[in-house]
């Protein structure tokens, strides 16, 4: 007897999708544990396992306005228990993702723009979740209905009623995975920035609606295509999106693209009863999407091996992604020369700690890169020799009291910062005026290392 096919309708106001769930490809499946709030932000949070298994859905009714292909994951859980909390913490998850794009004024499963791509969690038995005849939704639009149409369930699927209730869908229109891959030639690919501003709309969009994605990468990013042809890329997986008021004490993130300030934070929170305060949690978001541009502009390698890179020492202090000044470096010697130089200033910015601030725009930040990219950076004819270095010694002074907790870090980092700007001085002024320079240096070093005598720390 051939299986039974796994169909389901969702009818929206307008739209219809009848989705055909597909046998998902033979894999191990992924065991996921979540923290899920036992009471609504109960500080101490219930542990739920599941396994996860991803597949595709194929939608037969195709409407002038409709989404062919969506994506399906699938969670597995162990007791029904572990089930219904799973359920409200995705529901819970989903929701965050509605606000952020009814901000953006995007409302609509079927019509990008999208900061977040939307997902609808639906129950595995299809039963329970109708409220008063309505389901709830997380599409962006209600969903007036959601049935099934077998009675049975396909063998891959579930074995029973049973097990088919301790199973969970997250179901969402198909993005395009990007290829991350890496580049050689040395200019930036500044015509990927444009597609980063919906994404950056989005995320502030987020932040304002005191949200926080927190798994901002790579793999996290994706590419849609949008009616003109042209494309923009979207964030998906909300699984870690947290909120950010009152303060959380188990933010979850991916180490290799969290924010320096973030790992310490974690790291300390091992020790003490730590709470992460708004501004660190916009700043992995910022300093995530900061990565993930430049994997655009620069290369995935690149950003993996050279910003990311981890030496030895404390989390959050070791990778030069975790040092404006280091940072900085990196950008010069993989944009050099003074036609990035503006560029490279904006970019820079995702490495400093002011992105922790509140009020700092990270669509603001793309515009500005646009426009940076756009202007090439040579110095204008009247420019001033006693001028053209203030930036630097401001730059110096800036680095040397950034992360700096102690007197004697004070010292280092301000001699690390001195040096570090010396050099992109020194190339690019192809040694003019050293002496300026290193006058400056001295000048700064004494005065640095007589405060940190005087604090006597
Ligand atoms: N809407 C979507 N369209 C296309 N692919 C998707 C979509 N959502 C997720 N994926 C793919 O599935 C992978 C895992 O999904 P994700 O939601 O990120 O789960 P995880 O928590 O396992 O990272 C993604 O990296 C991406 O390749
Ligand atoms: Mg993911």
Known sequence: ???????????????????????????????????????????????????????????????????????????????????DNLLRFLIRQTEFVQRANRALGAGNPMRPPWGVVPVQILRGDWLSQAVGGAYPTQLGEEVREMKRT??????????????????????????????WVDRYHEDPVTEHLRRFTGLAAGLDAMHRNDIAHCDIKPANVCRVTVADDSTAYVLIDVDAAIRV???????????????????????????????????????????????????????????????????SGPPGRNRNADSHHLAVRELESRFP???????????????????????WPTAGWVARLIAAAETPGEPGPHTDRGQEYTEDVRQVWRRAREHT??????????YRA????????????????????????????????????????
């Open 405 to 414: 907790q102690t007197g004697v870090e004070l010292v280092e980092d301000g």
């Open 1 to 83: 007897m051939p299986d039974t096919e796994l169909v389901f309708t969702l009818i929206g106001p307008g739209w219809t999708a009848r989705l055909l769930v597909e046998e998902p490809p033979p894999a191990e499946p992924k065991r996921v544990g979540f923290a899920v709030p036992a009471v609504d932000d109960d500080p101490a949070p219930l542990h739920v396992d599941a396994d996860v298994v991803f597949t595709t859905a194929r939608n037969l009714q195709v409407e002038p306005r409709g989404w062919p292909r969506w994506h399906v994951k699938i969670y597995r859980c162990a007791t029904q228990g572990d089930a």
């Open 337 to 359: 020369g003074e036609r990035w130089e503006r560029l490279r200033a904006v970019l820079g910015e995702a490495f400093s700690q002011q992105i922790e601030d509140p009020e």
């Open 150 to 179: 077998a009675a049975r369930f396909p063998s891959w699927y579930a074995p029973d009623m049973l097990a088919a209730a301790r199973t969970l869908l997250a179901v969402s229109p198909y993005v395009d995975e990007i290829e």
């Open 245 to 311: 008021t009152p303060p959380p004490r188990f933010p979850r993130f991916t180490p290799t693209y969290s924010y320096g300030n973030l790992r310490r934070f974690a790291a300390e929170a091992r020790h003490h009863d730590r709470k992460v305060p708004a501004g660190v949690l916009y700043a992995q978001d910022r300093f995530g999407f900061a990565l993930v541009l430049l994997s655009a502009l620069g290369g995935y390698h690149w950003v993996r091996g050279s910003l990311l890179y981890e030496g």
């Open 418 to 457: 001195a040096v570090a700007q010396a050099q992109i001085v020194a190339r690019r002024t192809a040694r003019r005026i050293m002496t300026t320079v290193a006058l400056a240096i001295t000048g700064i070093t004494v005065v640095l290392a007589f405060g940190a005598v005087v604090l006597g720390k």
